[in-house]
Structure formats: C-alpha cells, structure tokens
C-alpha cells in the first residue's frame, strides 16, 4: 500500500482554487485526489500524474462512491480533505430567487456537511488528519449585490468553527481559509434584471469586481500558503490568504464594524446611488 500522505480536494477544475491546491499538495509528496463533477474539467492537472475523480458534492451517492473508491485505494484511510467546491451567486437581496438562494447553500454549506459525515471514518485512521474548509472574506464583510453568497460563506464559517471543537477529541484539525481576493475562475460579469432597482449598479458593480480580479494574488502564491500550514502536524485554525488578507484581518480585528462597512459603502458608490434613488422617490411622490 502506498505509504504517501493522501488528500482529497474538491472542485478542482482547471483554473481553478482547487486545482491550484491539487497540484501544490502534489508537488510536496502527497498522494492527491482531486474531484469535479466532470472529468473533462480537469485535464491539465490529470496530465501532471493527478488522481482525478468524478464527485458531485450535491449528491450523497455520488460522495458515497467517492469515498468508497479512495478508501478501497489507500487502505481506508484520508489525511486532508479539501472542502473547496462552491459558487457564487450575484444581486441584490429583493431580487435574487430563492430557489437559487437555497440552491447555493445546498452546495456552500449543506454539500460540506455531507462530505465530512460521509468521509469521518476514514479521516479518524488518517496520520495527522485535517479538514481544511476554503472560506471567504465576503463571509464577514456586507459586500452589496452578493447577499447570499455572503451568507452562505458566514455559515460555513460558523459550521466549521464548531466541528473544530467537535472533532478535537478524535484529533482531527479543522482549519477555515478566509480567502481575500485570488485569481480564480469562479466569477463572471454579473447582468442585473431589468426591472430591478438596482440596475443603475451593474456597471459599477462589475467595473469594481474586474479592480479587484486584476489585483488578486497569483493562485499559486496562495495555494502554497495554504499547503504549508495545512500540512503541518498541528495547523491554525484559521488562515488568511489573497491580495490584502492581512489589512482585511487588522480591520476587522481592532476596528468596529462600522468602519468596514463605510469602506463597501464607498467602494461601491452606494452613498451615490442612495442620493439618487432619494431624489427619483422623491420626484415620484411630487
């Protein structure tokens, strides 16, 4: 049986967080698994020797099958596991459907749940084992037009403090990466409904994200932060990582809330555009 370390990371499409972490943890020595709902979406880390497999984290037999196939491969035993596959879903708050909501905390939240449920047995006759949860900043910011997303991230947040405490008995680490802003394929130009209120912040609001995307750290900067805490034998807890992860921990940390959130509200021009929607209303009502 092979003696190498084993970690298993998901949403590991190309381009990707997670196939950035896959191929990290690859060149350090471990034996990686790493997971898509499509094979054809991971070709480029598969062709660097990368153990690929077919997981769709939504669906409990489809975890089950994933779990069976690494554990009959590795003796029945998983070092790391890697709860990185997610979404983003954009606009504001009174728009947004909430079957989409629910949608995107079935994958954000409820799927990790299910992977750790699912993979505990295996994790417990791991060497040093370790649950790293890949969280976001916008989980502890009001980032606007993102209000889901946000949420969903503040949960997971949440959860995964709480299993830190669960698991410590069975010797298992968790970790939460609150990820700041890192090159990723997982956003796209966000278009507003028509009818919405908010449509006059589309453009601002994409215009502020392509700022930021151009301003991220290099994926592969960040992957080998977190490959090098999370491979330790006892890891933090929590990490902090992408384009100004440290100023975002220092704000949030000694500033009260109300300063973060002047920063969003200035970021993204809304003390403007509440002056404008005032004056509308108020020629409505003349």
Known sequence: MNSKRTVLVTGCSDGGIGAELAK???SRGLRVFASS??????????ALGIETISLDVTSIDSIRMARDAISSQTGGNLDILVNNAGQVLEGAAVDLEISASRALFEINVIAPMAMVQEFFPILM?????????????SGLLPIPLQSSYNASKAAFHSWSDTLRVEL???DISVVTVVTNTVKSNIRKPVHFPDNSLYKPMEAIYNVVHDNIDRDAEPTDKYARMVVTQTTKSK?????????????????LTFFPRRVPEKIVLDMYKF????????????????
Request: glycine share 10%; proline share 3%; charged share 25%.
């Open 24 to 26: 990290e943890y690859h």
């Open 235 to 251: 890891p933090r807890g929590w990490l902090w990582g992408g384009h100004l992860s440290t100023l975002l921990w220092v704000m």
């Open 271 to 286: 003390n403007e555009f509440s002056t404008q929607v005032r004056k509308d209303r108020a020629k409505e009502r003349a």
């Open 168 to 170: 410590k008995p069975f």
């Open 37 to 46: 709902r499509r094979l054809e979406t991971m070709k480029e880390i598969a």
């Open 125 to 137: 006759a791991g060497t040093n084992a370790c649950i790293v949860n890949i969280g976001s900043g």
